[in-house]
Structures are given as C-alpha cells and as structure tokens.
Antibody, heavy 128, light 113 residues
C-alpha cells in the first residue's frame, strides 16, 4: 500500500524557516517525480513545487521561487521542502503527492503529473 | 499560467439524482502528439487530502465507483455523478497537468438537497 506521511509542520514567525518531510513507503520511490501542493484554510489547492525522480531538476511556483527548496533523499525514501522567509500568506496545509508517469511507444519516460497518492498533510502557520 | 474555472461554485442535488460540474481551461489542454487531454478531477472531503477520481479527462482511477465519469476535450470538461450518494458530499476540483504551474479550479461544493 502506498503511504506518504508528512511531518515538520508548526507555528513559525514571519521571516522564519521550517523544513517539511514526507516519508514514502509501499512503492519504488526513486522512480517517481514528487510534488508539494498546499491549501490555505478554507481555500483551494495550489501547486507549489516538483522534483524529478533522481533529484536533478526542480520547478517552483512563482509565489515560492527563491524562498522554498524541494529536495529528496532516495536512500531514505523521503521528500523535503525547505521553507525560508516565510510569510503569513504561506499559512496552509502542505501535502506531498506522487505524480504518475508512463512510457511511450518508443520507451521514453513521459511525466504526467496527476496526483494518485497524497499524504495527510502538514499544517504550517506563519504568525507573530 | 493556465486558468481553470469551475462552475457552479456550489451545487445541491437530491439523493439518487445526477450532479454535473463543469471546468473550463483558459487554453487548450489537449496535447496533439498523443491526443490526450491533460485534465484530472479530485474529490476532497472535510479533513482529508484530495482523492484522485479521473485522469486523462475521462479515465476512472482504480476503485472509483462507476457513477463518476468525466468527459470533454480541449478547453471544456465535465464531471458527472449519476445517482448521487450521501458519501459523495465533498468539494470537487479539476486540475490541468499540461504545463507548469499546474493549476486547479477553485472547487465546487456538492451538497445534498
């Protein structure tokens, strides 16, 4: 069974830092691209960041670019999100999510980031 | 960025009746090289993470009841729930995965009338 378990959330002051972790199990972690998606209280879903299966390339939403860093340790089956210079508007539940992929007729990897597995989330509150 | 707009924002349907949620993208999310629409639907119940229902606009995820179906192409998509059940009360989101930043619709709250 696929499991994603986030940790590291909490209350932090504006300008502070926090690191979220997402422990993965039940699948071959190092073959999947992974993502972070957040949801402010009472609001909708917002994509934050993605990282390729080998950790070589990361992409960010403009709202977090330069402040957040996504990374992974495939030996530990763990995804991370380092968050710096936090703002009140970063207050949200942060979900890690697994993205699907397929291999085309020529055997090439094709990234198809719909999210078939989600963690329960880690709540980050930025407030003084 | 591709903007995803859902309608309506909220919907009340009687048990056993049909619910229809629409999703419109600001540009086509049909990838011509494989003729696939890069559109997914999710269900989110209070206090829970989202659950994938539909991908490629019309492919039902394993374990999803067949009363859920997706349709549409290009920029206009629909999620249909036939014979609404009490456990279908939730917020539903569409998502495009055609290009980054991947974007979601604002959500549609589905309730029982």
């Amino acid at each position: 069974e696929v499991q994603l378990v986030e940790s590291g959330g909490g209350l932090v002051q504006p300008g502070g830092s926090l690191r979220l972790s997402c422990a993965a199990s039940g699948f071959t972690f190092n073959t999947y691209w992974m993502h972070w998606v957040r949801q402010a209280p009472g609001r909708g879903l917002v994509w934050v960041s993605r990282i390729e299966s080998d950790g070589s390339t990361a992409t960010y939403a403009d709202s977090v670019k330069g402040r957040f860093t996504i990374s992974r340790d495939n030996a530990k089956n763990t995804l991370y999100l380092e968050m710096n210079s936090l703002r009140a508007e970063d207050t949200a539940m942060y979900y890690c999510a697994r993205a699907q992929h397929y291999y085309d007729s020529r055997g090439y990897f094709r990234n198809t980031p719909y999210f078939d597995s989600w963690g329960q989330g880690a709540l980050v509150t930025v407030s003084s | 960025d591709i903007v995803m707009t859902q309608s309506p924002d909220s919907l009340a349907v009687s048990l056993g009746e049909r619910a229809t949620i629409n999703c419109k993208s600001s540009q086509s999310i049909l990838y011509s090289s494989n003729n696939k629409n890069y559109l997914a639907w999710y269900q989110q119940k209070p206090g829970q993470p989202p659950r994938l229902l539909i991908y490629w606009a019309s492919t039902r995820e394993s374990g999803v009841p067949d009363r859920f179906s997706g349709s549409g192409s290009g920029t206009d998509f629909t999620l249909t729930i036939t014979s609404l059940q009490a456990e279908d009360v939730a917020v539903y989101y569409c998502q495009q995965y055609y290009s980054t930043p991947y974007t979601f619709g604002q959500g549609t709250q589905l309730e029982i009338k």
